[in-house]
């Protein structure tokens, strides 16, 4: 039903955690009911609904929670679980790490720019001090 390559991908968009309950999933246990990590590919948006098979409405699911899932939306699914999301896959979670590390160091600079150009007009405070 899928290629490796697709449940590669479906696996990783989570960083390999159930996008419901965000429980770590076991990769080799994929479609293995009753093993710990076991998992099924859920569709997001069920085809019953009208879902597709296309990548973006696919998602890596614990065996339990996609089964009780039904034709429940995801959205309540995984609102019961406490997340209004699902986990972010692991090139997700750097690019959010380097985009805050990156404005970080901005800012820094940018204070330290500011700082200096205060340091260097002393004179101009005097004026009304005196
Ligand atoms: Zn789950």
Sequence with gaps: MFTDD???NIFDRTDGKCHLCWDKLKW?????F???GAWEVDHSNPKANGGTDRANNLYAACITCNRSK???STKSQRRKHGYSRAP???QARIQTWTTWTVLGAATLVTIGLIAEAQKSKPNQDRSWRS
């Design 28 to 32: 080799h246990n994929y479609a293995n």
């Design 34 to 36: 009753g093993e710990s």
């Design 88 to 90: 972010k896959s692991r």
């Design 6 to 8: 697709q449940l590669n």
């Design 70 to 72: 039904g034709s429940k």
